[in-house]
C-alpha cells in the first residue's frame, strides 16, 4: 500500500508560510489604506526611506522581485507622487528612483505600523528573530538574480 502521508496538508511547509503570510498581509491592510498603499507599495517605499536614489535593479534585488514586476508597481507609486523615475546621467539604460517630498512625508504616517504588525503576531521578539533568520535563509539561498 503506497504512503500518501506526504500529500496531507498538515505536512506540507508551504501550507503554513503561505496561511501565515495572508494572516499578516490582512493585518497591514488597514493600516495601509489609511496611506494609501498596497502592501507591495509599502514594502518599496520602505527600501526607498533606507536608501533614496536607487537603481531599479537593487531595488528589485532588495525585494526579491523582478522588473516585470517592479515597473507597474512605480508607475502608480509615481502617479501618486511619492517617487520620481528617471535615467542616469552616466548611464541611459541604468534607471533611477528617487523619493519626492510627499514619499518622504509618507515616512512619518508610517512610522507607527512595524510595532503595529508586532503586537498582531503573537510572537515574542527572540521568536521573531529566529523566524526572520529562518525565512531569510532560505530567500537568499533560493533567489535568483
Not at 499578516?24 to 527600501?47: E, G, S
Not at 552616466?90 to 512619518?108: A, C, P, V, Y
Request: proline letters at 3%; one cysteine or more; glycine letters at 2%.
Amino acid at each position: 500500500m503506497e504512503d500518501y502521508s506526504c500529500l496531507k496538508l498538515k505536512n506540507q511547509l508551504c501550507f503554513p508560510l503561505y496561511s501565515v503570510s495572508n494572516l499578516i498581509i490582512r493585518n497591514y491592510k488597514p493600516l495601509l489604506d489609511k496611506i494609501n498603499l498596497t502592501y507591495t507599495q509599502y514594502i518599496t517605499m520602505m527600501v526607498l526611506w533606507e536608501k533614496d536614489n536607487i537603481n531599479e535593479k537593487e531595488l528589485c534585488d532588495s525585494l526579491f522581485l523582478k522588473s516585470n514586476t517592479i515597473t507597474p508597481l512605480l508607475k502608480k507609486l509615481e502617479e501618486k507622487g511619492y517617487i520620481l523615475i528617471h535615467k542616469a546621467s552616466n548611464d541611459k539604460r541604468n534607471i533611477i528612483i528617487s523619493l519626492t517630498r510627499e514619499g518622504n512625508k509618507l515616512k512619518d504616517k508610517a512610522k507607527d505600523i512595524p510595532n503595529s504588525i508586532s503586537k498582531s503576531i503573537g510572537i515574542s521578539m527572540d521568536e521573531a528573530k529566529y523566524l526572520y533568520g529562518i525565512l531569510y535563509k532560505i530567500l537568499e539561498s533560493n533567489y535568483e538574480n
